[in-house]
């Protein structure tokens, strides 16, 4: 059985990665990548979403009805190509490898790997139960 990896949400992912969000209303966000162009992101309310270049003013490309990896996709060619990538992990990763850990617990879990982890391995399903282990030995022993 393949565990499948949840998408975060665009806002999570703009944050975390240090995008400047010009405009926030609602569910729209004007968002200056590091390059400098602007992007027009809507969330729409089925876990979808729509996004466009607006750099000088001029309307771009729209694409419509897509996932959060395909948004991500998207911000990454318009930053200059293919040469990011990026695998976003989701505490309900954590939560289908142990479904007793609150989603507090598989919070600090996903923070524990992203403060902590080896940068030569990575962050895969065996960090991820390695940690998950040490959470739950901490909650074992008082200490959370």
Do not use: C, F
């Amino acid at each position: 059985m393949q565990l499948q990896s949840n998408p975060t949400t665009i806002t999570t992912y703009l944050e975390h990665y240090g995008y400047a969000v010009i405009r926030a209303e609602g569910e729209h966000k004007l968002v200056q990548l590091k390059n400098l162009k602007l992007v027009q992101i809507e969330s729409i309310p089925d876990r979808s979403y729509i996004i466009q270049e607006v750099t000088l003013g001029q309307a771009g490309e729209r694409w419509e009805d897509i996932s959060i990896e395909t948004v991500i996709e998207h911000i990454q060619m318009l930053e200059g190509g293919q040469d990011v990538y990026s695998k976003i992990w989701h505490i309900d990763d954590v939560l289908s490898i142990d479904p007793t850990l609150s989603r507090d617990r598989a919070r600090l879990v996903l923070q524990m790997v992203m403060d902590n982890h080896d940068a030569n391995i990575g962050i895969n399903w065996d960090v991820l139960k390695s940690y998950i282990q040490q959470v739950v030995e901490m909650v074992g022993a008082g200490i959370i």
